[in-house]
């Protein structure tokens, strides 16, 4: 069973900075492509970036050139580095590895906070 806990948001002022974590246990997590998804309320689950396997990424057109996802296959760990926080980002972040456009493999853990105001 694997199970994902994301880490390292919080409260941010506009134009600040998160690094966010997120921890997959039990997998051989190297193998993986990974992403990174946000959740605002009332609103859909939607894609923020992905890294594959050897390290490609792509990202969404709402945070391309203020967000990098990294990884770390010896702590079996994935990263998304965001900076320039607008108040549309605010929203619960979740990781988990993509199946395809609309499925994933694993369960979802709790998620992270981001909530940017001033």
């Known amino acids: 069973q694997v199970q994902l806990v994301e880490s390292g948001g919080g409260l941010v002022q506009p134009g600040g900075s998160l690094r966010l974590s997120c921890a997959a246990s039990?997998?051989?997590?190297?193998?993986?492509?990974m992403g990174w998804y946000r959740q605002a309320p009332g609103k859909q689950r939607e894609l923020v970036a992905t890294?594959?396997?050897?390290?490609?990424?792509n990202y969404a057109d709402s945070v391309k050139g203020r967000v990098t996802i990294s990884r770390d296959n010896a702590k079996n760990t994935v990263y998304l580095q965001m900076n320039s926080l607008k108040p549309e980002d605010t929203a619960v972040y979740y990781c988990?590895?993509?199946?395809?456009?609309?499925?994933?493999?694993?369960?979802w853990g709790q998620g992270t906070q981001v909530t940017v105001s001033s």
């Open positions: 890294i594959t396997s050897g390290g490609s990424t």
């Open positions: 988990n590895a993509p199946r395809d456009e609309s499925s994933y493999l694993w369960s």
């Open positions: 039990g997998t051989m997590f190297r193998i993986y492509a």
